[in-house]
């Protein structure tokens, strides 16, 4: 970890401590990343405070790294610079929520899983299930926009976001979109930001389209020979139409891992009303004899994809594709999964070496997609981490809305 | 070209015009549109255009007319159009005020064309003399001559002038008076014989009389009748066109009859719109009406009548060619496919784009040969696709325009008016 | 970047003679009355291009780009021109680019549900040659049958069916752009989430500033495997407003949710007879589609639901021709309007859904105070209001009423906490009711993004964003004068 202005950092620190609510400084122990811990670190509790914390980094040229529940600090490239640690756990309100407009607006602190259980008082959930489980924060899920086993099947958090308040380096707070569910008034900012790992801005705040939590679901495995013959029957059942909500071709090691028989396996779930799910479980029996299966696995995978002490790899491809990524996967000891309809192909690498990943990578490009590292060790995430896409115009916006670099500074690589 | 503008008392009305928003739904109906993907060559174009025009804040320039030249007015566009834009009256209007300026100011090309369509078409003397030359041609093994050893170095339009003249082999159809009178008849009708098509598709005609007969019905044809002025009005020699209408009111009325049957769906539009021609005139405004609700496609009127007794089989797969002028002037769809399905023996293969024009359009494969063939392309690619081995039609301008097509793109079908297959059904009902 | 040496020249004659040679002289349109049809859309607004020209490659458009940046001239793209708030109204002259021509459908992976289509790609065009794979692509405009994909995506576009599905954007995998540099450059890719800045994500809707979209690369869905429509009948628009709510409440989504109000019933019924009863206060149109059994248990939800809130009658369709004839009504509805009224307004705002019945009772007011007849026919279940002012243009003083009225219902929909349009765009005709919706600090971070991309005068310029260098004040007030009778304000 490079080293950053915290040789100033001691005076700098009265400064900002005295410009925010007191009580908000918080132990920097508690905020290491890839090894480093930053010159201070603060918790406000209001977005004023973020707002001046923010700025006064900005001014001061200071690195801040914006984090909540921490559980994808392992993703992008390594931090080039580490001076202030901005905990968003104060920002943790929901600020406005209409069950029959099926709309919430929610802080970026505030946690999946306590929102979740807000919704479901009112038979309602946002339909995200992204690793490692519900303790991720909203603006870390936004910021990240990691898939899970629902993706392709539901809509997705970039898809999700009707709105969003960001806070810039410069202090000032900018709002896009708005908290109606159909809207196309001026640009969508709020999409640029879903997956920008804070390039241009903090997200403070975010509303979202939620959806009606299903009358049942259920969980469902067949068992396949070989993968190729459970990609087969994966693209078969995708096709049957069947109210899926997750459709997933596991290799061995990962139906062990999901608590089921060591065998390559199709895991699907179900989910809507009572009448269309028994409708789906009848059809998908005269595909092959899938029988039901512990809704625990899905956790199970959920928490592995999500664990920031494995290397984890995502790769996408189109959906006849997978296999091809998922055999070489299986056959060099590694755990993975492909879920089927968005075409991701997921892998908990054993022996990770940068040659292993790049190879892959090629192999996934070859295949027309992308292979992203999810999480890996620092060293490694320097040779294999990321591009941001086209470096010109992400340069442009980032000189435009974080000049500085104040924020996140170097996850998307040197310049940016 | 300063100084020409819309004249006269056919000026595009406002309220005509008033009814587009613009909206664009028209586009992808127009042939023209589809084929060069430009507004210039669109309805809402062209409406924009002539509007313009209309306020003088558009010159007439040639180019402008050019444009409106490249319609060819089949008016799908009125089928597709949500806010019922009479665009077909408002197309002619707009030619009709062109050629109301002075000769001299009118373009060249219109000027031409409106003389050569008086002179020929409203002159049935002329018109025989013309196409006896033809015939004559083509009865002296000349015309496999050519086809053999000359079309090949002849440059492209003229081949294709060659090569979409009919086959004039048949004796033209010219018999006037009572045509037929089967017992118990019920109905009198009378036909409109027109200009043309008695001498290039006599069968037609002979087709026609078959099923009136059939379907109980008396057939007259008065012998005063003229050419109906459909090609004049589209061509906007209005003053022509009006003269023809008033001579056919005129023939039609003394034949005392209760339907006046036309074979030729372009024929019967213009026909039907007899009363909207002669709306200025005070001595002919109700008699004109009056007669237009009198004309009745043949298909129309046949479909409504006791048809369906008595048909022999036909062995035919078929595939209908939808005339603009039926389905999109005179609205007019189920009837062709009606008579069809009552034929033994005959299965209808329906081709994509069944109402889209196939780039006849009266005068136009002619004037407009380019854009005519570019039109037909896709349309013979549709006819192709359905392995049809007849083309029925319903108008003798497309029917020329498709015989020329399979001989172009090698498809291999014959192409009939819907009137002659179902009379080929009565014939062989009547063999024991 | 490219450079030129010379700076930005102004001879047109040069200019002309350049793309021509580029793009081959019969792409290029120049003459006054070819250019007099390019400058419209499907709204009042008129102003003439420079030069049109029809591209067939995405060099050909980057060849045009660069040619604007040496003679320092606006581009603006075009698809079908149905655009309703003036986006290909080049309202600052300049290059024209049609694309039109660059309408091929490239490749239907049925297997991995991918289209490749080039940007004039006509949407029913696309519909139709998906359907025997037994898929759709979900947006679904109502003009459909005419506008390009290119438009949808510069637009967002969405369609009855976004309620379930969620307009263009989220139906765009990937995308090939010419850049106001002329640089060609891919966002997103074949499959969802790369990784990386969501570009993709950003340049849908961005109405034509920020890029031209060359190709797209569009997610596909299959088509359900049982559909149901249901017409539920209702005597007010409060009524069948609390049962758009009442259905959502009891956790059904439908695909669509469709209202019309008293208004267009009697408009639409003489000339479509769609069965719409004369003396209905308003009807919806509900689809539901699934698996047969979820949708039959969907719908008996949505059918209790109506009753519950006083629909009088609720009737139901499941064959395919039996359904279109339900839609028939709502699709006609805004042509039928057009026959019925020498011209009208059609407006496009947003509230949230549970505002419905109180925005729709003030802008029934606000017409009855202004004094004009106003139909509505619209997107309940997304809360998407489409009215649609009845006015006479020839009377002195009525349009500029009509567009004040516009401008009250746009603030009332704001209040409410909605927006001022939910999927026509804002383009020219609603700039200044941006600042309605954003403060000067959200506009400038939107500011920044357009000059992340390019200058702000080079892209239609005057778009989106109120401002801008020479742009006028940003209202049709500005054309008003050109209004004539008929006009589709």
């Known amino acids: 970890m490079t080293a950053s202005a915290s040789a100033d950092l001691g005076a700098l620190r009265d400064v900002l401590k005295a410009a925010v609510a007191p009580g908000s400084e918080r132990d920097v122990e508690r905020y290491d990343i890839d090894g480093a811990t930053p010159g201070a670190a603060f918790e406000p509790g209001n977005r004023e405070d973020l707002a001046t914390l923010v700025r006064l980094a900005d001014e001061h040229g200071l690195a801040v790294v914006p984090q909540g529940a921490r559980t994808s600090l392992a993703l992008g490239r390594p931090l080039a610079g580490y001076d202030l640690a901005v905990d968003l756990g104060g920002l943790r309100q929901t600020v406005e929520y209409v069950p029959d407009d099926l709309t919430v607006t929610v802080e970026a602190g505030r946690r999946l899983g306590a929102l979740q259980a807000e919704l479901r008082?009112?038979?309602?959930?946002?339909?995200?299930?992204?690793?490692?489980?519900?303790?991720?924060?909203?603006?870390?899920?936004?910021?990240?926009?990691?898939?899970?086993?629902?993706?392709?099947?539901?809509?997705?958090?970039?898809?999700?976001?009707?709105?969003?308040?960001?806070?810039?380096?410069?202090?000032?707070?900018?709002?896009?979109?708005?908290?109606?569910?159909?809207?196309?008034?001026?640009?969508?900012?709020?999409?640029?930001?879903?997956?920008?790992?804070?390039?241009?801005?903090?997200?403070?705040?975010?509303?979202?389209?939620?959806?009606?939590?299903?009358?049942?679901?259920?969980?469902?495995?067949?068992?396949?020979?070989?993968?190729?013959?459970?990609?087969?029957?994966?693209?078969r059942t995708w096709d049957a139409s069947p109210v899926l909500r997750a459709l997933t071709v596991l290799t061995s090691s990962a139906a062990r891992l999901a608590g089921l028989e060591a065998a390559p396996q199709v895991l699907v779930e179900l989910a809507g009303a009572k009448r269309a799910i028994d409708r789906s479980a009848?059809?998908?029996?005269?595909?092959?004899?899938?029988v039901d299966a512990p809704a625990g696995a899905w956790g199970a995978l959920r928490r592995a994809q999500g664990d920031s002490e494995r290397t984890v790899v995502r790769a996408g491809v189109a959906p006849t594709a997978t296999r091809t990524l998922l055999e070489r996967i299986d056959q060099a000891g590694g755990t993975g999964w492909t879920n089927i309809a968005p075409g991701a192909v997921v892998a908990i690498l054993p022996e990770p070496t940068a040659e292993a990943i790049e190879s892959l990578r090629s192999e996934a490009e070859r295949l027309g997609g992308f292979l992203q590292v999810e999480s890996a060790p620092a060293e490694l995430r320097r040779q294999v981490a990321p591009s941001p896409g086209d470096t010109v115009l992400v340069e442009a916006l980032r000189d435009r809305f974080d000049a500085k670099r104040t924020i996140n500074r170097g996850r998307w690589g040197a310049v940016l | 070209m300063t100084g020409l503008k819309f004249v006269g008392t056919d000026i595009p009305s406002a309220e005509d015009l008033a009814n587009c928003i613009h909206c664009g739904f028209c586009l992808p109906s127009c042939p023209t549109y589809l084929a060069t993907g430009q507004e210039l060559e669109s309805p809402r174009g062209r409406l924009h255009l002539i509007n313009g025009v209309r306020e003088g804040r558009i010159e007439p320039t040639s180019r402008t007319l050019e444009h409106l030249d490249l319609c060819l007015q089949c008016r799908a566009c009125e089928t597709a159009c949500p806010s019922a834009v009479p665009y077909g009256r408002i197309m002619e209007d707009a030619r009709a005020s062109i050629m109301a300026n002075e000769p001299d100011e009118q373009p060249r090309e219109w000027r031409l064309r409106a003389f050569a369509l008086r002179n020929v078409l409203a002159r049935p003397r002329v018109l025989r003399l013309a196409?006896?030359?033809?015939?004559?041609?083509?009865?002296?093994?000349?015309?496999?001559?050519?086809?053999?050893?000359?079309?090949?170095?002849?440059?492209?339009?003229?081949?294709?002038?060659?090569?979409?003249?009919?086959?004039?082999?048949?004796?033209?159809?010219?018999?006037?008076?009572?045509?037929?009178?089967?017992?118990?008849?019920?109905?009198?009708?009378?036909?409109?014989?027109?200009c043309l098509h008695g001498e290039m598709y006599p069968n037609m005609h002979t087709a026609t009389v078959t099923a009136l007969e059939h379907a109980g019905c008396e057939v007259v044809a008065p012998p005063a009748q003229v050419c109906c002025g459909a090609l004049h009005a589209h061509a906007g020699d209005a003053g022509t066109a009006r003269a023809l209408a008033r001579r056919n009111i005129h023939a039609f009325e003394a034949a005392g009859v209760d339907a006046v049957i036309v074979n030729a769906a372009g024929c019967g539009a213009a026909m039907k719109e007899y009363g909207r021609l002669l709306r200025h005139d005070a001595n002919w405004a109700a008699r004109a009406e009056a007669f237009s609700t009198k004309v009745k496609d043949v298909l129309e009127f046949v479909a409504e009548q006791d048809f369906a007794h008595d048909l022999g089989p036909v062995d035919r797969t078929v595939t209908l060619q939808d005339a603009c002028h039926l389905a999109h002037a005179q609205r007019i769809r189920k009837a062709p496919r009606e008579i069809l399905g009552a034929i033994p023996g005959v299965?209808?293969?329906?081709?994509?784009?069944?109402?889209?024009?196939?780039?006849?359009?009266?005068?136009?494969?002619?004037?407009?040969?380019?854009?005519?063939?570019?039109v037909l392309e896709p349309k013979m690619a549709a006819i192709a696709a359905t392995s049809a081995t007849t083309v029925c039609t319903s108008n003798p301008g497309c029917t020329l325009q498709i015989e020329n097509g399979t001989r172009r793109f090698q498809v291999d079908a014959d192409v009939r008016h819907v009137i002659e297959v179902l009379a080929e059904s009565i014939e062989a009902g009547r063999r024991p | 970047m490219p450079t030129n040496d010379t700076g930005p020249t102004n001879d047109p004659g040069s200019l002309i003679r350049e793309l021509q040679e580029a793009?081959?002289?019969?792409?290029?349109?120049?003459?006054?009355?070819?250019?007099?049809?390019?400058?419209?859309?499907?709204?009042?607004?008129?102003?003439?291009?420079?030069?049109?020209?029809?591209?067939?490659?995405?060099?050909?458009?980057?060849?045009?780009?660069?040619?604007?940046?040496?003679?320092?001239?606006?581009?603006?793209?075009?698809?079908?021109?149905?655009?309703?708030?003036?986006?290909?109204?080049?309202?600052?002259?300049?290059?024209?680019?049609?694309?039109?021509?660059?309408?091929?459908?490239?490749?239907?992976?049925?297997?991995?549900?991918?289209?490749?289509?080039?940007?004039?790609?006509?949407?029913?065009?696309?519909?139709n040659a998906l359907a025997e794979y037994g898929l759709l692509y979900a947006p679904d405009p109502s003009s459909q049958r005419v506008c390009t994909i290119g438009g949808n995506i510069a637009n967002n576009s969405g369609g009855p069916h976004t309620l379930a599905h969620g307009s263009t954007v989220n139906h765009i995998l990937g995308l090939e752009v010419v850049l106001p540099d002329g640089r060609i450059v891919r966002l997103g890719g074949r499959v969802p989430d790369a990784p990386g800045v969501d570009l993709r994500g950003l340049f849908v809707g961005s109405e034509g500033t920020l890029g031209i979209v060359t190709e797209a690369t569009l997610r596909l869905v299959r088509q359900a495997p049982a559909t149901r429509t249901l017409l539920a009948i209702f005597d007010s628009v409060a009524a069948a407003s609390e049962a758009v709510s009442?259905?959502?409440?009891?956790?059904?989504?439908?695909?669509?949710?469709?209202?019309?109000?008293?208004?267009?019933?009697?408009?639409?019924?003489?000339?479509?007879?769609?069965?719409?009863?004369?003396?209905?206060?308003?009807?919806?149109?509900?689809?539901?589609?699934?698996?047969?059994?979820?949708?039959?248990?969907?719908?008996a939800v949505v059918e209790q639901a109506c009753r519950d809130t006083g629909a009088r009658e609720v009737r139901s369709a499941d064959e395919a021709e039996e359904r279109e004839r339900l839609w028939e009504g709502r699709k006609a509805a805004i042509g039928a309007i057009g026959g019925a009224a020498p011209a009208f307004y059609l407006l496009d705002g947003v509230v949230p859904r549970t505002k419905l019945p109180e925005v729709m009772t003030q802008v029934l007011e606000l017409c009855r105070?202004?004094?004009?007849?106003?139909?509505?026919?619209?997107?309940?279940?997304?809360g998407n209001l489409h009215p649609n002012i009845m006015f006479d243009p020839t009377i002195p003083g009525a349009t500029e009423r009509v567009l004040e009225l516009g401008g009250a219902i746009m603030r009332a929909c704001v209040d409410a906490g909605g927006s001022v349009t939910g999927e026509h765009g804002i383009g020219l005709e609603k700039r200044s009711y941006m600042e309605w919706v954003f403060s000067e600090a959200d506009l400038d971070a939107q500011r920044s993004v357009r000059e992340a991309f390019g200058p702000a005068d080079r892209f239609n310029p005057c778009k989106v964003l109120p401002g801008g260098h020479g742009c006028a004040s940003g209202h049709a007030s500005e054309v008003m004068q050109h209004l004539g009778a008929g006009s589709y304000v």
């Open chain 1, 121 to 235: 008082e009112h038979g309602q959930y946002l339909p995200i299930d992204v690793p490692p489980n519900d303790d991720v924060t909203i603006g870390g899920l936004l910021a990240t926009a990691r898939p899970g086993f629902w993706r392709g099947h539901l809509p997705a958090a970039r898809d999700l976001i009707l709105g969003i308040e960001v806070c810039l380096p410069t202090g000032g707070t900018v709002r896009s979109g708005g908290r109606v569910v159909k809207n196309v008034t001026g640009y969508d900012l709020h999409r640029l930001h879903t997956g920008a790992l804070g390039a241009f801005g903090v997200i403070v705040e975010a509303t979202f389209k939620v959806a009606p939590y299903p009358e049942a679901s259920r969980t469902l495995v067949a068992k396949a020979p070989n993968l190729e013959a459970a990609t087969a029957l994966a693209l």
């Open chain 1, 282 to 290: 009848t059809d998908l029996a005269s595909i092959a004899p899938f």
């Open chain 2, 131 to 194: 196409l006896g030359g033809a015939r004559l041609y083509q009865r002296s093994g000349l015309q496999s001559l050519v086809r053999r050893w000359v079309a090949p170095v002849l440059p492209a339009s003229l081949r294709r002038i060659e090569a979409s003249a009919p086959s004039l082999t048949a004796a033209p159809f010219r018999k006037t008076g009572t045509l037929a009178s089967p017992a118990g008849a019920g109905t009198r009708v009378a036909m409109l014989l027109g």
């Open chain 2, 347 to 374: 299965t209808l293969n329906e081709m994509a784009n069944s109402d889209r024009c196939c780039g006849s359009a009266g005068l136009y494969s002619v004037v407009q040969p380019e854009m005519s063939g570019r």
């Open chain 3, 23 to 127: 793009l081959g002289a019969s792409n290029v349109l120049h003459e006054p009355e070819d250019l007099v049809v390019y400058e419209y859309d499907a709204t009042i607004e008129r102003s003439l291009p420079d030069v049109v020209v029809f591209p067939a490659t995405a060099e050909d458009v980057a060849a045009a780009v660069r040619l604007a940046v040496k003679y320092d001239l606006p581009v603006v793209p075009r698809g079908s021109g149905t655009g309703l708030s003036g986006g290909a109204v080049p309202i600052k002259g300049g290059i024209l680019i049609v694309m039109t021509r660059m309408n091929r459908i490239l490749e239907i992976d049925a297997d991995n549900r991918v289209a490749v289509v080039q940007p004039g790609v006509i949407n029913l065009h696309l519909q």
């Open chain 3, 246 to 299: 009442t259905v959502i409440r009891r956790g059904v989504i439908p695909v669509a949710m469709e209202m019309l109000d008293q208004e267009i019933i009697r408009i639409v019924e003489p000339r479509i007879h769609a069965g719409y009863p004369l003396d209905a206060g308003a009807v919806l149109l509900i689809e539901v589609e699934g698996v047969p059994d979820g949708v039959a248990a969907d719908s």
């Open chain 3, 369 to 382: 105070e202004y004094g004009f007849a106003c139909g509505n026919v619209f997107h309940a279940g997304d």
